[in-house]
C-alpha cells in the first residue's frame, strides 16, 4: 500500500514508518522537520495546516496518525489546535481522498482516571475524566476517529502504553539524566505494578493493526509488551543500563500529588524550558497500578511482541555502552 504516516520525526512515529518500509509499503510522512527515516518520502508541513493535509493524503491507500502535542504542560489551545483539530483534518481530507484504512495512535491515558487500572481492557476514551490537557485532548480525538469507521474508510485505534527504547529523548533520557542529579523520587516505594512497550514492539503492533484493520476496525487496543514490573523496576533497570545509580529515596503519593499540583500552578505563571520535573498526572502514573489484558489486542491484530523487556533492557546497554 502507499501510507502516509504523521509524526515520522518523533520516536515512535520514524519506529513505525521504517517497520512500514520494512513491510514493502511505500511510505510517504508527515511532519514539520525531516523524519530520517531511509526509504520514506518526505512531506514537510503539518496537521494544523489544511492544504498540507490535503497534499499529504492525495493518492495514499492508508493513514497511521501519530502527530500529536505530547506534554505534561502547554497551552490548552494548542493542544486542541493540534491533537483534536488537526485529527479532524486529516479524517476530513482521508475521507475525501478515499483513504481505505486510518489507524489513530491513541494513549491508554484516554481512559485513566486517576485510579488503578489492573488486568482491564481498552476502556472506554472519557475526555471529562482524563487527567491533563494530552490525554484529554487525545481521548477526544480518538472518539472522533472512531466515530469515522466505515465500509468506506475501516478505523483502528491503537493504544501503546509507555513506549521506550534506545534513542528515546522523551522518557529515557530524562529517566537518566534526573537519577545522574539524584532527583528522581519513586512514589510509595516504586511498588505500582506497571506495563510497558519497547519501541519495536509497539512499531511491530501498529503495523499490524493497519494490515488487520478489515477485521479490527471500529474497535480501540492497548498496545503493551504484557509484562507488567513494579515501576522502581523498571526505572532501575533503565538506569543500570544507562550506568548510572538507580533511584533509591521514596516520597509518599500524596506528597507526589500535593507537589505536581503545586508545580503546575507555577508552570502556568512562569513556564520552565523543559518538562515540569512533577505533575498531578505523572504522580498518578508513579504510584498506581496500570497494567493490561492483552488477550483482546493479540487475537484480533494477530500479533505478539517479539522483544522481551529483557532483551529491551540488554538493547539499552548496548546502546549506551556504543555512546
Given at each position: 500500500?502507499t501510507v502516509l504516516?504523521t509524526?515520522?520525526s518523533?520516536?515512535l512515529g520514524r519506529?513505525v514508518a ?6 514493502g509499503?511505500?511510505v ?6 525531516p523524519?530520517g ?6 512531506a ?5 495546516d489544511?492544504?498540507a493535509?490535503?497534499?499529504a493524503v492525495?493518492g495514499?491507500d ?5 502527530a ?20 479532524r483534518?486529516l479524517?476530513?481530507?482521508a475521507?475525501r ?10 494513549s491508554?491515558s484516554v481512559?485513566?482516571?486517576?485510579a488503578?487500572l489492573?488486568?482491564?481492557?481498552a476502556?472506554?476514551a472519557s475526555?471529562?475524566?482524563a487527567r ?8 477526544e480525538?480518538?472518539l ?5 469507521d ?10 501503546p502504553?509507555i ?11 530524562r ?17 505500582a505494578?506497571i506495563?510497558?512497550t519497547?519501541?519495536d514492539?509497539?512499531?511491530s503492533?501498529?503495523?499490524a493493526?493497519?494490515?488487520r484493520?478489515e ?8 498496545l ?5 514490573r513494579p515501576?522502581g ?12 545509580r538507580?533511584?533509591r529515596?521514596s516520597?509518599?503519593?500524596g506528597?507526589?500529588?500535593a507537589?505536581g499540583?503545586a508545580?503546575?500552578?507555577l508552570w502556568?505563571i512562569?513556564p520552565?524550558?523543559d ?5 498531578r498526572?505523572?504522580?498518578e502514573?508513579l ?9 483482546e ?9 517479539a522483544v522481551?523487556?529483557d532483551?529491551?533492557?540488554r538493547?539499552?546497554?548496548?546502546h549506551?555502552r556504543?555512546?
Open positions: 500500500m504516516v509524526g515520522a518523533g520516536f519506529a521504517a517497520q512500514l518500509v520494512a513491510e509499503h511505500d510517504r510522512t508527515l511532519q514539520r522537520r523524519s527515516v531511509p526509504g520514506v518520502t518526505d514537510l508541513g503539518s496537521v494544523t489544511a492544504a493535509v490535503e497534499r492525495d495514499v492508508a493513514v497511521v496518525h501519530l500529536a502535542k505530547v506534554s505534561l504542560a502547554g497551552e490548552a489551545s494548542e493542544f486542541r489546535a493540534i491533537n483534536v483539530a488537526g485529527t483534518s479524517l476530513d481530507a475521507e481522498a478515499g483513504v481505505r484504512r486510518f489507524v489513530f495512535v491513541s491508554p481512559a485513566h482516571a486517576g488503578a489492573a488486568g482491564v481492557g476502556e472506554p475526555p471529562e475524566r491533563g490537557l494530552y490525554a484529554r485532548t487525545k481521548a480525538a480518538e472522533l476517529a472512531l466515530a469515522r466505515s465500509e468506506a474508510m475501516r478505523v483502528v485505534a491503537v493504544r502504553h513506549v521506550w527504547g534506545p534513542g528515546d529523548t522523551q522518557l529515557i533520557e529517566v537518566v539524566d534526573r537519577a545522574r542529579q539524584g532527583r528522581l523520587p519513586l512514589l510509595n516505594g516504586g511498588t505494578l506495563d510497558s519497547y519501541v514492539n509497539a512499531a503492533g501498529i503495523a493493526a493497519l494490515r484493520a477485521h479490527a476496525h471500529g474497535r480501540a487496543f492497548v503493551t509488551n504484557g509484562e507488567p515501576v523496576d523498571l526505572l532501575a533497570g533503565i538506569c543500570l543500563a544507562a550506568g548510572v538507580p533511584p529515596w516520597v509518599p503519593a506528597l507526589g500529588r507537589a499540583a508545580v503546575e500552578a502556568s512562569r520552565g524550558a518538562e515540569p520535573p512533577m505533575t498526572f505523572l504522580a502514573q504510584s498506581t497500578a496500570h497494567w493490561f489484558d492483552q488477550r489486542t493479540r487475537e484480533a491484530l494477530d500479533w505478539a511482541p522481551s523487556i532483551e529491551g533492557l538493547r539499552l546497554a548496548q549506551y556504543a555512546r
